[in-house]
């Protein structure tokens, strides 16, 4: 199984971008799936997640100004990202529990990351 992520780029503040993770190979079902993002230095921390059934929590300095969303028949996730600010800046990785067609739990995978720079 591997989660493709894409999107990133340079973009000024006040702008938009929207990020896409596409999950490929031997996927029985996908449960949660999430954008995380890090800084150098910091920790990954959480932007937002969305259930199966389309229920979604967000971090709140993201709150408003970004939106998940997942086509479950493409097993994608996207994050429109709006009104960016400078800290915004990050690597912004995706995150699926995903359930393999012999497998007897859900694992967690995780995409490579895709550098989001917002410029002041």
């Known amino acids: 199984v591997q989660l493709q992520a894409s999107g990133g780029g340079l973009v000024q503040a006040g702008g938009c971008r929207g990020l896409?993770?596409?999950?490929?190979?031997?996927?029985?079902?996908?449960?949660?799936m999430a954008w995380y993002r890090q800084t150098p230095g910091k920790q990954r921390e959480l932007v937002a997640t969305?259930?199966?059934?389309?229920?979604?929590n967000y971090a709140d300095s993201v709150k408003g100004r970004f939106t998940i969303s997942r086509d479950n028949a493409k097993n994608t996730v996207y994050l429109q990202m709006n009104s960016l600010k400078p800290e915004d800046t990050a690597v912004y990785y995706c995150n699926a529990e995903i359930l393999s067609p012999y497998g007897t739990w859900y694992e967690d995978y995780w995409g490579k990351g895709t550098l989001v720079t917002v410029s002041s």
């Open positions: 896409s993770c596409a999950a490929s190979g031997s996927i029985f079902s996908i449960s949660g």
């Open positions: 969305i259930t199966s059934g389309g229920v979604t």
